[in-house]
């Protein structure tokens, strides 16, 4: 029988995957990727736990506005990228340092 | 085992199996790819669990809006045929610290996961759409409405940064 901590479990291992992603990653795009990993861990812990736990809705409510901010996440991530494509030709994140004092 | 076990198992070792290619591939046009897996082996996860608007959403939004935005990114700021991403990390020991920072989250999760004793009622197998709909215009307007807000930002936005100014 297929548990919640079944998927409580998936969800780590995706949840973890994202972060070392993120950690190991110096390309702008892929470091995207892996937020949108981060982000389908939580909304896939958000629906189990509406499934099995909670007994009502609200968890895929809430998923449902995940899923927005994450539309709207990379969609300005991926012009911010795109900008600093064009002025330093290079998507990694390394050389990405105009600010730097 | 039964048919739901065996649907998960395969569901999961999809799942995973493609994050771990959009993570530790060398090529980013196969992590895009890898990402499409990921996507719909996150949405039939959803029907397992009942959630059939969700699942439908995960594939309109993730594989049909958000890859193909990344897929763009991709192309936008590579030449396809040289990609090589081996210089990121160079030597074996970089990798130390990172891994064990998601191995030690990733164990200290699934602990947490399988030693609690989760409460609470099962809901049982039922069409969500007309719900969802009724708690998007009821419970939830306000965060439904500020959601709306956030997209129109986000889209002004993207536009105003990408474009072309004259001056430069």
Request: no cysteine; glycine share 16%.
């Given at each position: 029988m297929i548990s919640l901590s079944h998927y409580l479990v998936v969800s780590a291992a995706l949840f973890a995957l994202g972060v070392l992603g993120l950690l190991t990653r110096r390309n702008a795009v892929n470091v995207l990727m892996s937020i949108e990993l981060i982000l389908n861990s939580a909304n896939v812990n958000l629906v189990a736990f509406s499934r099995?736990?909670?007994?009502?809705l609200g968890g895929q409510v809430f998923a449902v506005f995940v899923i927005v901010v994450a539309a709207a996440e990379v969609a300005v991530g991926l012009a911010i990228v795109l900008t600093l494509y064009r002025l330093r030709h290079t998507p990694n994140l390394d050389e990405a340092d105009i600010l730097k004092g | 085992m039964t048919a739901e076990a065996l649907v998960f198992w395969v569901l999961a070792v999809v799942t995973v199996g493609s994050a771990a290619v959009v993570v530790l591939s060398r090529t980013l046009i196969y992590s895009a790819f890898a990402l499409l897996f990921t996507f719909f082996g996150v949405a039939g996860l959803y029907v397992l669990l009942g959630a059939d608007f969700l699942a439908a959403t995960q594939l309109l939004?993730?594989?049909?809006g958000i890859l193909v935005l990344l897929l763009f990114g991709v192309m936008l700021t590579h030449k396809i045929y040289s990609l090589?991403?081996?210089?990121?990390?160079?030597?074996?020991?970089?990798w130390v610290a990172p891994a064990s920072v998601a191995a030690g989250l990733f164990v200290i999760l699934s602990a947490t996961a399988l030693k609690t004793q989760w409460a609470g009622a099962q809901r049982p197998p039922a069409p969500t759409t007309g719900d969802i709909g009724r708690l998007f215009l009821g419970k939830f307007l306000l965060p439904f409405e500020a959601a709306s807000i956030l997209l129109l930002v986000a889209l002004v936005g993207a536009a105003m940064i990408v474009r072309r100014r004259r001056d430069a």
């Open positions: 099995f736990a909670a007994g009502n | 939004i993730y594989v049909g090589d991403l081996r210089s990121e990390l160079g030597s074996p020991w970089d």
